[in-house]
């Protein structure tokens, strides 16, 4: 039987093809698709982010795609539970302990437990080894503020004592770079060469004329004793012939009769 149908196309009310309204309906039916997949299909056209599917849905807030136990450990498992709920399609049975856990905690609680007095005592030896530690620490502070005054002026001295060594290297310094310029005619840079060679040259002056100045101290030495000699022996002659005698000029380097 022959029906006249609408054609979307052209609008109008011709015989394209021969088809019954059942046949129409059926064909309707069967290509309609349900809300929940149209959803799914907008939400993957509307990811232009370019993220892969994993970090897409992170971002989304929802689980992985696929979750595979082997792959995992229990803790993760855990975390992915506790964040996702059951749409990560894990076990919740994972999230309590095993009975070898279990056994291991009751042990534990059995053999380490212990009763509140002797937790209280140990709160309290710890309150009192941290009192008493605030104390030597506080003991040690007002002792120190005690003996502040002294150490201010230790370092004071200590201050002074290096600057003025400090001036007088800058000096010793100094008068060496103006001997330097005495002795060359220029000035001397401290590490060169010539600069110790002018020390050796000062140094044997001064050896010099230390020697110099011993041999002089040993020659009066030896005038002074030999002037207490010759006044021993004028002496013993008699006082009578020393009055009487002109005074003699007795020269201290001629030789002895």
């Known amino acids: 039987m022959l029906t006249t ?3 979307s ?3 109008r009310c011709i015989n394209h093809f021969p088809v019954s309204i059942l046949q129409i309906r059926s064909v309707s039916t069967t290509n309609e698709t349900s809300p929940s997949s149209l959803e799914d299909d907008n939400d993957t056209n509307r990811n232009i982010s370019r993220l892969t599917d994993d970090v897409y849905r992170q971002f989304k807030g929802l689980p992985p795609i696929d979750v595979r136990e082997q ?3 229990r ?3 855990r975390t992915l539970w506790g964040k996702y709920g059951r749409k990560t399609g894990i076990d919740p049975k994972l999230c309590w302990p095993t009975q070898d856990e279990m056994d291991e905690i009751i042990d534990d609680e059995r053999v ?3 009763k509140l007095s002797e937790k ?5 030896e710890r309150r009192e080894a941290k009192q008493k530690e605030f104390d030597q620490i506080q003991a040690k502070v007002e002792k120190n503020l005690k003996t502040m005054p002294k150490m201010i002026d230790d370092y004071r001295k200590r201050t002074s004592e290096r600057e003025r060594a400090k001036s007088a290297e800058i000096k010793v310094k100094s008068d060496l770079a103006e001997q330097a310029r005495d ?7 401290p590490d060169d060469e010539r600069m110790q060679f002018m020390l050796l040259q000062l140094e044997e002056a001064q050896k010099a004329e230390d020697k110099k100045a011993r041999k002089a101290a040993k020659k009066l030495e030896a005038h002074q004793q030999l002037q207490k000699l010759m006044g021993m022996g004028s002496t013993a002659e008699g006082t009578n012939e020393a009055d009487a005698a002109a005074p003699v000029n007795v020269d201290p380097l001629a030789a002895i009769p």
């Open 5 to 7: 149908v609408l054609c």
């Open 9 to 11: 196309r052209c609008v």
């Open 71 to 73: 792959y995992h450990t």
């Open 75 to 77: 803790t993760k498992l």
């Open 112 to 114: 380490y437990n212990m």
């Open 120 to 124: 209280l005592k140990i709160v309290n």
């Open 183 to 189: 002795f060359y005619g220029f000035s001397v840079d």
